[in-house]
């Protein structure tokens, strides 16, 4: 067979020539670059889970030592009200403001605060009205604060109630203004009818009516009577609405004529820390976020 | 001690026994929800005694310290018109927050 004349080589064959080696250059060099930024990503994710493994069991480490020294904490307090006859009654009106002070989202109170104003009427006792008016702050400060905290998320209303016209009023008692509220996409009615003052004790006697409005389809209907003192702090004593969300009644202000009433509901989340939802509230929030959900990617479509 | 002395001092003890039931009244006045700002003035008068009118701040917030403690009525103007609304004074202070309603060429207030 004869031998074809080398053909010359043109531009192109000239460049695959070349291209050649470096091509296989190319891919190692693709390749190690691919390895490298790899790796690094991966470092740097594991660095961000050890950080966050880390501040986790810090922070756990932390909730897990001041749990522990609030349980001691409440254990040597709790028993100078339990043992009988322990400490005289400034310490007792101490132990109280301690529990107070540090305890008053995780406990009801009330039992304690009433305890030790049993004890002050008794005839013997000294600076009376100096520990009635400690044991009156503290109470007041610690409604104050979780007054403050709930209406962050939820809504207030004040009343002044006339207990001269209460009195007059006899045991038909007196209605407050209502008060509408609107809130996490509910609307209701607060009415409230104090229908009897007990002026040694400081105390109203009140209903408190919660309805949702007639247009609407929620099924809010609630009514209940209760007392209202010094002693009853809204995140553990409230009512329990059936939409999830809560209602107080607390005392803002007291004197033989009038008193001040500061009505406050909000979602059961911000309720004391003792308290559980009920299931059906958490399947109730679970549909209802659920619902949002559905309506958001709907409309995101839409657009 | 001659009578006029005796009356005199009764006079001062009792003035003093009123300050020191001071009452402050403290709030936020609000037109619909938005804040009325440094737009309203507000006056209290308790019983025969009327406090001169104070104005609110740029939040709409206002504070006024009273003498007495006991019923009282405060008057708020706004936009040239006036609404009153019955209040409480005591020894400690006490929070009135307002909603001011404009319907029909007519203020109205009550309380939040």
Same mark, same amino acid.
């Given at each position: 067979?004869?031998?074809?004349?080398?053909?010359?080589?043109?531009?192109?064959?000239?460049?695959?020539?070349?291209?050649?080696?470096?091509?296989?250059?190319?891919?190692?060099?693709?390749?190690?670059?691919?390895?490298?930024?790899?790796?690094?990503?991966?470092?740097?994710?594991?660095?961000?889970?050890?950080?966050?493994?880390?501040?986790?069991?810090?922070?756990?480490?932390?909730?897990?030592?001041?749990?522990?020294?609030?349980?001691?904490?409440?254990?040597?307090?709790?028993?100078?009200?339990?043992?009988?006859?322990?400490?005289?009654?400034?310490?007792?009106?101490?132990?109280?403001?301690?529990?107070?002070?540090?305890?008053?989202?995780?406990?009801?109170?009330?039992?304690?605060?009433?305890?030790?104003?049993?004890?002050?009427?008794?005839?013997?006792?000294?600076?009376?009205?100096?520990?009635?008016?400690?044991?009156?702050?503290?109470?007041?400060?610690?409604?104050?604060?979780?007054?403050?905290?709930?209406?962050?998320?939820?809504?207030?209303?004040?009343?002044?109630?006339?207990?001269?016209?209460?009195?007059?009023?006899?045991?038909?008692?007196?209605?407050?203004?209502?008060?509408?509220?609107?809130?996490?996409?509910?609307?209701?009615?607060?009415?409230?009818?104090? %229908?009897?003052?007990?002026?040694?004790?400081?105390?109203?006697?009140?209903?408190?009516?919660?309805?949702?409005?007639?247009?609407?389809?929620?099924?809010?209907?609630?009514?209940?009577?209760?007392?209202?003192?010094?002693?009853?702090?809204?995140?553990?004593?409230?009512?329990?609405?059936?939409?999830? %969300?809560?209602?107080?009644?607390?005392?803002?202000?007291?004197?033989?004529?009038?008193?001040?009433?500061?009505?406050?509901?909000?979602?059961?989340?911000?309720?004391?820390?003792?308290?559980?939802?009920?299931?059906?509230?958490?399947?109730?929030?679970?549909?209802?976020?659920?619902?949002?959900?559905?309506?958001?990617?709907?409309?995101?479509?839409?657009? | 001690?001659?009578?006029?002395?005796?009356?005199?001092?009764?006079?001062?003890?009792?003035?003093?026994?009123?300050?020191?039931?001071?009452?402050?009244?403290?709030?936020?006045?609000?037109?619909?929800?938005?804040?009325?700002?440094?737009?309203?003035?507000?006056?209290?008068?308790?019983?025969?005694?009327?406090?001169?009118?104070?104005?609110?701040?740029?939040?709409?917030?206002?504070?006024?310290?009273?003498?007495?403690?006991?019923?009282?009525?405060?008057?708020?103007?706004?936009?040239?018109?006036?609404?009153?609304?019955?209040?409480?004074?005591?020894?400690?202070?006490?929070?009135?927050?307002?909603?001011?309603?404009?319907?029909?060429?007519?203020?109205?207030?009550?309380?939040?």
């Amino acid at each position: 067979m004869a031998e074809t004349p080398d053909k010359p080589k043109d531009r192109w064959d000239k460049l695959a020539v070349i291209l050649h080696p470096v091509g296989g250059l190319l891919t190692a060099v693709a390749v190690t670059a691919v390895g490298v930024m790899g790796s690094q990503v991966l470092n740097r994710r594991q660095a961000l889970d050890t950080n966050a493994r880390l501040y986790s069991e810090l922070m756990s480490k932390r909730e897990e030592s001041e749990s522990s020294l609030r349980k001691d904490m409440f254990v040597s307090i709790i028993q100078s009200f339990l043992k009988p006859g322990a400490g005289d009654l400034d310490s007792k009106v101490l132990n109280l403001e301690l529990l107070a002070y540090n305890f008053h989202e995780s406990l009801n109170l009330k039992p304690l605060f009433l305890d030790i104003a049993r004890r002050l009427d008794a005839p013997d006792v000294k600076d009376r009205q100096a520990f009635r008016d400690r044991l009156n702050r503290v109470a007041r400060e610690v409604t104050a604060k979780q007054l403050f905290a709930l209406e962050g998320h939820g809504t207030s209303f004040r009343r002044t109630v006339d207990l001269e016209e209460l009195k007059s009023q006899g045991r038909s008692g007196v209605a407050l203004e209502k008060a509408s509220i609107a809130m996490a996409d509910r609307a209701f009615d607060v009415n409230l009818y104090v %229908l009897d003052a007990d002026l040694a004790a400081q105390q109203l006697k009140v209903r408190l009516e919660v309805k949702a409005p007639e247009s609407s389809k929620d099924a809010v209907d609630t009514r209940v009577v209760f007392y209202v003192g010094w002693y009853d702090f809204p995140m553990i004593d409230n009512t329990r609405l059936a939409n999830g %969300l809560r209602c107080a009644v607390t005392l803002s202000n007291f004197s033989p004529a009038m008193a001040d009433v500061t009505t406050v509901c909000f979602p059961g989340e911000y309720a004391s820390l003792k308290d559980r939802p009920y299931y059906d509230e958490v399947i109730q929030k679970l549909q209802d976020s659920a619902r949002i959900e559905d309506d958001s990617a709907g409309r995101r479509r839409e657009r | 001690m001659n009578a006029r002395k005796l009356v005199l001092m009764i006079a001062v003890l009792s003035l003093a026994g009123s300050l020191a039931s001071a009452g402050e009244i403290f709030g936020k006045i609000v037109e619909g929800a938005a804040s009325v700002g440094e737009g309203a003035s507000l006056g209290v008068k308790c019983g025969a005694k009327a406090y001169p009118a104070i104005k609110t701040d740029k939040s709409g917030s206002y504070r006024m310290v009273l003498a007495e403690s006991g019923k009282c009525s405060m008057t708020v103007t706004y936009k040239q018109l006036s609404a009153s609304v019955d209040i409480a004074s005591y020894d400690d202070p006490v929070q009135v927050d307002l909603v001011l309603e404009l319907k029909d060429g007519k203020l109205a207030a009550r309380r939040k």
